[in-house]
């Protein structure tokens, strides 16, 4: 059930048109529905955003790729909006889902405990750099909500405290190491 980032970035690597991954199904739905425009770029990168939580460069290579506009264009609009994010700053990354299913299962309670727990709030990383925090609006999963993701790693059926303890292990295992 659950999927690591490896998985996710073979499949950038390898072909995210075929993937099973729900999160490019997501994305390619998104391409799919405007017939693979160029106009629709915006509405792709959000897409990937809202999929994975940032838009990396794999993702931009697909994107350009399927609606057939130049690399640097891409790459242009997705540095021009603050709202999208190329990269998590964090060594670590959680991005909680906040679409319908995962906010009826409790997401806001969720990242309501991160914040108590580690004083970030969505789109912020704490002030050691260690743990990034982005929210999603639908994963793909929605049998599994509430669902996040851990470094790249689906998790579903999630409470607050599992969370927290998951983010603290990592302050906890790097702290150690
Ligand atoms: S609403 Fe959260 S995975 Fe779909």
Redesign the pocket.
């Known amino acids: 059930m659950t999927q690591t980032a490896a998985d996710a970035s073979q499949s950038v690597q390898t072909n995210p048109k075929q993937s099973q991954d729900r999160r490019w199904r997501s994305v390619n739905r998104t391409i799919r529905l405007n017939g693979n425009q160029p106009d629709a770029l915006i509405e792709t990168l959000h897409a990937v955003q809202e999929s994975f939580g940032y838009i990396d460069l794999d993702a931009m290579q697909y994107v350009a790729r399927e609606l057939t506009v130049p690399l640097s264009r891409v790459y242009a609009v997705a540095t021009f909006y603050h709202y999208f994010t190329l990269k998590p700053p964090g060594d670590h990354t959680c991005v909680v ?7 009826i ?1 409790g ?1 806001t309670a969720i990242l309501d405990s991160i914040h108590e727990g580690f004083g970030i709030s969505p789109g912020e990383t704490t002030p050691d750099g260690k743990v990034s925090l982005l929210t ?7 049998g ?4 996040a993701v851990f470094d790249g790693e689906v998790a ?1 059926k999630l409470d607050a405290a599992t969370v927290v303890e998951k983010i603290a292990r990592w302050a906890d295992h790097d702290s150690e190491s």
């Open positions: 889902c906040m679409g319908t299913a995962c906010y299962g997401s999603a609006r639908c994963l793909g999963s929605c599994l909500a509430p669902a579903g």
